[in-house]
């Protein structure tokens, strides 16, 4: 895992900044889904539960064990921080994940659908495809492990009947994601009204995926 150079404060704020412009982009409401950003190789900081994310304020954020779940700060931890916890200590050259309610993207996981490869930028950044996990409720160990694996190989996934969680080495990378999710879902959902969606030959998207990941990335490998 690459050492992150930044302190507890500076992360506070990305995390509270990004949830604010998710928030302006339209991609949650009021205190729906959670931002969080890998503090060191033991601790998070995630937004906090049942706060609207224009009323908040760096220090509302929450610093969190990623083993013991033991939490500092003057709120709860969102509900879904084990599934935050799990994804940093699976992934160790993720260090900021974003978790949505986006439109697009909560449409085709209420269809139970994975969405192919049907853009360069998508299997580029994402992955060869966005799989989506089975059902299993909230905040349970069920839901942490259909994620983990939904994920793996990938930088966004689906959540059956939920949201979408979408995963960077930076939030920058994270906050990309979950945008392009959004965009590739919508041309998804409209090209299928249309007709079926021509799609990128797997093996060309998983070219394009590596490339990606070794000339333009930090690091070559997930």
């Not at 895992?1 to 982009?25: F, P, R, Y």
């Not at 929450?62 to 939490?71: D, P, Q």
């Not at 931890?77 to 993720?94: C, D, Q, T, V, W």
């Not at 950044?125 to 160990?141: F, H």
Request: aromatic share 6%; net charge positive; charged share 25%.
């Amino acid at each position: 895992m690459d050492e992150i150079a930044m302190s507890e404060t500076e992360i506070k704020n990305i995390v509270c900044q990004t949830g604010k412009q998710l928030l302006k982009e339209g991609l949650v409401v009021r205190t729906w889904g959670n931002v969080s950003h890998r503090l060191d190789e033991e601790y998070m900081v995630i937004t906090p539960s049942g706060k609207v994310y224009d009323q908040l304020e760096a220090d509302d954020m929450v610093v969190v064990h990623l083993k013991t779940f033991e939490a500092a700060g003057k709120h709860k931890p969102s509900s879904e921080f084990k599934m935050h916890a799990g994804i940093y200590l699976g992934r160790k050259n993720i260090n900021a994940i974003i978790h949505t309610h986006q439109v697009n993207a909560s449409v085709v996981a209420a269809c139970r659908r994975e969405v192919p490869p049907i853009f360069d930028d998508q299997v580029q950044l994402i992955g060869p495809s966005v799989r989506v996990t089975d059902y299993a409720m909230s905040n349970t160990r069920k839901i942490v492990r259909k994620v983990i694996k939904a994920l793996a190989g990938r930088n966004a996934a689906l959540i059956a009947n939920h949201g979408a969680v979408c995963i960077g080495r930076d939030m920058d990378e994270a906050y990309t994601v979950a945008l392009l999710l959004e965009k590739t879902c919508k041309a998804f959902i409209e090209g299928e009204f249309l007709g079926q969606v021509k799609t990128i030959h797997k093996f060309q998207a998983w070219v394009m995926h590596n490339l990606y990941l070794s000339k333009y990335s930090k690091e070559a490998k997930k």
